[in-house]
Structure formats: structure tokens, C-alpha cells
């Protein structure tokens, strides 16, 4: 309906992405509400283009425990010590527990899983995993998960997709979550959804980063939307570096590669994981393989890319054999030979490490439910997937467990968002406040944003100038002093942005706009990595200060959590939640 021209949709429950976690968590609250809960699902990209479908190695789940010795215990153990100690233990308990549930959920709904020769789903090893414990589809798994899971939710009748609506603001009031403001992007019109509920699925921030995998989407501007509605975002310091992106493309490499045998080797043709993991090698945690592979180029021992001048190693596959290649890496193949003209039966594989996840994200108890400054639930919003930090991956995520945890809390979001809906009261009228939230909203976007005169100032100018923050303060290797210059940079991005002009004054399809919006919508969190890295005086997973080396428990074992204050942000710290593993010292 419209009212003043403002055409307003109402829901039972809103989902703010449409990867992995959304689309579980729309499926898991059809079926709870037996289609009884009206749920939208709003996707700034075509649903099916969410970054989701470039998941390459597997889900991780314990499925033959007599057959291959593993347990829960086990796969909780090794993530617990891949996130160097820092991951919420209850949580990851949590997760092993139901992903076997899952992997075989999304068996029976036709995700073709790979087999062995008994007929069981297949499992691969990956890094920091004891036992091989990764199912996987080829290395196609994210796609073939997403497609399975878009088809089914067509199924139901009940759930409005909504490709193309760019969310703009979550409203919030009185600590209770009462909808969104999105863009429809084909007409440029402004929307307002009422809802009972939410849950926010929107992934990470990966384009902050200048080398990266991630989608072009992930921009990370729903994180700095929960911040302004009164969420924290938690431990946004532990910026996972994939060892293996291909040069000079960013595209990634799977480690499913490593886990089918492959070798990490130098110029000098040496495996060099024997002088840093020689337990693992190459299947050592992805914070340890990415140090080594900086290591071994800043010592003069790595590859030259010719073109970009960047560093890399070599990831060695010729040995594995055309049936491997073929039979469980395609992909891989398909992508070296067409954006490197390389064959991998032959030739080496130029890598070198990109960013690629975020194990921060909004602050969430166990259930995945957002909570405030005071610690308290923000009533009716919930977080799932990379955009939340329940906390699983703590200061390292282990490679196949982000699939598992997409699975886990999309479900688990997904069940607990419809209970919470059906027992709401129906939405009333128009809340004249949501209202006046709307009309501000609009006002920021389409007069202060879009018909502002000042200008001289780029869209690429200031994205290049947190980028280079970023890098130089928060890559791989991180220093005091820098950190300090790069939160000066962010500073001075801040104040360019006001002096940004949009070109393009129309509405259709505006994507300078959109960029405008979602660089604005991500400064705060480049702040808050910066911040966070900056008074972590200590090393830990993907952290690693090289004026503080060492970690440190008595001082450290906390995450870091950062709210909205002013027009600033402020940071706290809270104790990580242990129930079995006390730290210990990390060797692979």
C-alpha cells in the first residue's frame, strides 16, 4: 500500500541477504511457521549472485565417527585451538553438534555431495583439521548449496524475494527491531518494511581490501547499520588472509587444492611449510600458511608477477594427476586456465594471500540474537552467517567450518525468528515513528547524498584511500606506529566523503549512488578494525603485531567489541566463554 507516496510493505520477518545463512534461515522458518509467517528476503544483488555461490572447498561435519574416529569433541578441539583460543566454546560445541544435521538436511533436499567408492559422502582434509572431515561437491559446494536451497524456497509461497533492494537503514526503537528502509534499485524508490522480526545475513566486508576474494557485494555497510541501530560489532581486528588467491586476480584458490595433496613451494623449488608447520605443511592453519608465504617473499625467495610486480609462491598440482584435477578440482582448472593462460597439469599456480573473511561481525549470544551495549538482546533481531560473530572462529576460522556455521545458524535463526513472529501481535498501523525514520532516511539519501553541489572529491579516491589503511595498518602484518597512521587515514576519509558529488542525478539503477552509500555505510567498520587491532597489544590467529609477538592470556583472552558513540566509536571488551579447553601453546 502507499501512504504520502510511501509504499510500505508489512512481514512477519525481513532477512537482510540472500547467501547461505539467509536462504537457510527463510527455509527453516517456512517450515516452522508451516507457511504461515509472511517473510521477505531483500538482496541488494540477484539472490542467486550472492557471494555464497563462490564457495569452493566444503562444509565440515563429523558424519562417520566409527569409521573414521572422529567426534565432536574432536572437531570442537581443533576449532577451538585453530581460533588461537579465542572462539566462544559453547558455540562451537553448538556447531558440531548440528552440522551433521545439516550436511545430510541438505542431502535429502538434492545437494549433489561427492562420494567415496563405499557410497558415503566424501570428506576431505582441511587445514588445522585432524581428521578429514569436509564434505564437499567437487570444489563447486557453494554453488550447488545455494542452488539447492533457492529452489526450495521458491517452493513456498509465502516468501517474497526481493532481488535488487539495497537496504539503507534498520530501524530500531526502544531496543526493539520494527523493520528496514531499502532502495528498490530498478526504480530508485525508497521502501519501508515493517516487520516483527529480523535477522541480518548479509556477509562480510571484504572490498575494504584492495587484493581480495570476496564479491563485489560485500562491502560490509549492514555491520555499520547494526552499529547505528545500537548493535555492537565484535573482534573486527581478526581479518582472515586466504594463502591462496590467484595472482594478480584475487580470484580463490581453493584449499581443497592443498587438501588433495597439493605443495606450496618457492623460487628455489623448496616446500617451505616444513620450516613453519612441519607437522601440517600445507595444511596448517590459513593465518600460519599466509604469514609464511609474506615470509618467504619479503626474504627473497618467492615468484615476481611480471605484469603487477606482486610476490607469490607456487602452488604445486602437476603431481596429483588429470583424474584428481578433473574429477574434484574442475573448477579449479576451468579458472587458473582462463585468467592466467596456465595449465596446472603443468604448470605452477602463481598465489599469493588475499583477504577473504571476516571472523567479526555483529555481537550475537549463542542463538545468534543481537545484542546491545548493555549486553541485552535487541528484541526481534537476530544475525547469522559472516555477518555475525557468535563466536566460532574466535581469532582464526579454519577453512569448511564458515559453510557449517552458515548452515547451523540459518536454521537456527531461521526457527527461533518464525516462533518469535507467530507469537507477535499483528503489525498496526503505520508507527508514525518508524514513519519519521523513513522521511529522514530519504532525506539523507536523496537530498544530503544524491543533490548535494559540493564536490571535487572521487568515489575511488576515498575507497583507494581506506584500502591503503587498511592494507598498511591491518594486513598480514601489523605494527603500532602504522596502525596509528592508517586510523588517521580513515579519519580523513571520514571528512572526504561529505565532499563527495554524485554524477549521475537520476534514480534508475543509480550505482554511484549505491557505491556512495555502501563506502559511507562501511567507514565505521574500517575504524573499528583499526581500533580493535590497535589496542591488542598481543598476537593471536590472524592478528599478529610484530612490536608484541607473543600472545597473552592474562591480558588478552577477551574479544573486542565496539558501539556507536556520537558520531564516533567507542570499544569494551568481554571474557571469551570457556567450557573444556583451556589455551595452550598452538603448534602444528
Avoid at 552 to 557: G, N, V
Wanted: glycine share 10%; with cysteine; proline share 3%.
Amino acid at each position: 500500500m502507499f501512504v504520502n507516496m510511501v509504499e510500505v510493505l508489512k512481514y512477519d520477518l525481513v532477512i537482510m541477504g540472500s547467501g547461505l545463512a539467509g536462504l537457510r534461515a527463510a527455509l527453516q522458518a517456512a517450515y516452522t511457521s508451516h507457511g504461515k509467517a509472511k517473510i521477505a528476503i531483500l538482496s541488494k544483488v540477484q539472490a542467486m549472485r550472492s557471494h555464497s555461490v563462490s564457495a569452493e572447498g566444503g562444509a565440515s561435519a563429523v558424519l562417520y565417527p566409527k569409521e573414521t574416529g572422529d567426534s565432536f569433541d574432536l572437531h570442537a578441539y581443533d576449532t577451538v585451538k585453530g581460533s588461537d583460543f579465542l572462539a566462544d566454546q559453547d558455540a562451537v560445541e553448538l556447531m558440531v553438534q548440528m552440522a551433521p544435521q545439516e550436511v545430510r538436511f541438505l542431502e535429502r533436499l538434492g545437494v549433489p555431495w561427492s562420494r567415496n567408492e563405499k557410497g558415503q559422502i566424501f570428506q576431505r582434509p582441511f587445514g588445522g583439521m585432524s581428521i578429514p572431515r569436509t564434505a564437499f561437491a567437487q570444489d563447486k559446494t557453494g554453488f550447488f548449496m545455494m542452488s539447492t536451497l533457492y529452489q526450495n524456497v521458491l517452493r513456498f509461497d509465502n516468501v517474497d524475494i526481493y532481488h535488487e533492494h539495497f537496504v539503507t537503514k534498520i530501524i530500531v526503537e526502544n531496543d526493539e527491531f520494527k523493520g528496514v528502509t531499502a532502495i528498490d534499485l530498478k526504480t530508485g524508490e525508497l521502501k519501508l518494511f515493517l516487520a516483527k522480526a529480523g535477522i541480518i545475513a548479509a556477509g562480510g566486508a571484504g572490498r575494504l581490501y584492495r587484493f581480495t576474494t570476496t564479491a563485489h557485494s560485500t562491502t560490509g555497510e549492514l555491520l555499520t547499520l547494526a552499529l547505528r541501530a545500537g548493535a555492537g560489532i565484535k573482534d573486527m581486528e581478526f581479518v582472515q588472509w586466504h594463502p591462496t588467491a590467484l595472482v594478480p586476480s584475487g580470484i580463490l584458490i581453493t584449499e581443497a587444492a592443498r587438501g588433495e595433496g597439493g605443495y606450496l613451494v618457492n623460487r628455489l623449488g623448496e616446500r617451505f611449510m616444513k620450516n613453519y608447520a612441519p607437522q601440517k605443511m600445507e595444511l596448517a592453519p590459513r593465518d600460519i600458511v599466509s604469514r609464511a608465504i609474506l615470509t618467504e617473499c619479503k626474504e627473497g625467495r618467492g615468484f615476481t608477477h611480471e605484469e603487477s610486480g606482486m610476490c607469490y609462491v607456487g602452488l604445486d598440482l602437476r603431481h596429483l594427476g588429470e583424474d584428481v584435477l578433473k574429477k574434484r578440482l574442475p573448477q579449479l582448472v576451468e579458472l587458473v586456465k582462463t585468467y592466467t593462460g596456465l595449465d596446472p597439469l603443468v604448470d605452477l599456480i602463481p598465489v599469493a594471500p588475499a583477504v577473504h573473511y571476516f571472523m567479526g561481525g555483529i555481537h550475537t549470544d549463542a542463538m545468534g540474537r543481537v545484542l546491545n551495549s548493555d549486553g541485552e538482546w535487541v528484541i526481534g533481531l537476530w544475525a547469522a552467517g559472516e555477518a555475525a560473530s557468535v563466536s566460532v572462529h574466535g581469532a582464526n576460522r579454519l577453512g569448511s567450518n564458515s559453510l557449517a556455521e552458515c548452515a547451523v545458524w540459518g536454521r537456527l535463526t531461521g526457527v527461533e525468528a518464525a516462533k518469535y513472529a507467530l507469537e507477535t501481535p499483528q503489525l498496526s498501523a503505520i508507527d508514525l515513528d518508524a514513519r519519521a525514520l523513513y522521511n529522514e532516511e530519504e532525506e539523507r539519501i536523496f537530498n544530503r547524498l544524491l543533490h548535494k553541489e559540493v564536490g571535487g572529491v572521487s568515489i575511488g579516491q576515498v575507497r583507494s584511500l581506506v584500502q591503503e589503511a587498511l592494507h598498511r595498518g591491518a594486513g598480514v602484518f601489523r605494527d603500532g606506529r602504522v596502525i596509528g597512521e592508517s586510523m588517521a587515514m580513515i579519519s580523513r576519509a571520514i571528512e572526504l566523503i561529505g565532499q563527495v558529488n554524485v554524477h549521475d542525478v537520476g534514480k534508475v539503477y543509480n550505482m554511484e549512488l549505491k557505491e556512495l552509500i555502501e563506502l559511507e555505510g562501511a567507514l565505521p567498520v574500517a575504524q573499528a578494525i583499526l581500533i580493535g587491532a590497535y589496542y591488542r597489544l598481543e598476537s593471536r590467529g590472524s592478528h599478529y603485531r610484530v612490536d608484541y609477538p607473543n600472545r597473552d592470556d592474562s591480558r588478552w583472552l577477551v574479544h573486542t567489541i565496539t558501539y556507536r558513540y556520537g558520531d564516533g566509536v567507542s570499544v569494551t571488551w568481554s571474557p571469551v566463554r570457556i567450557t573444556k579447553w583451556r589455551p595452550e601453546i598452538r603448534v602444528y
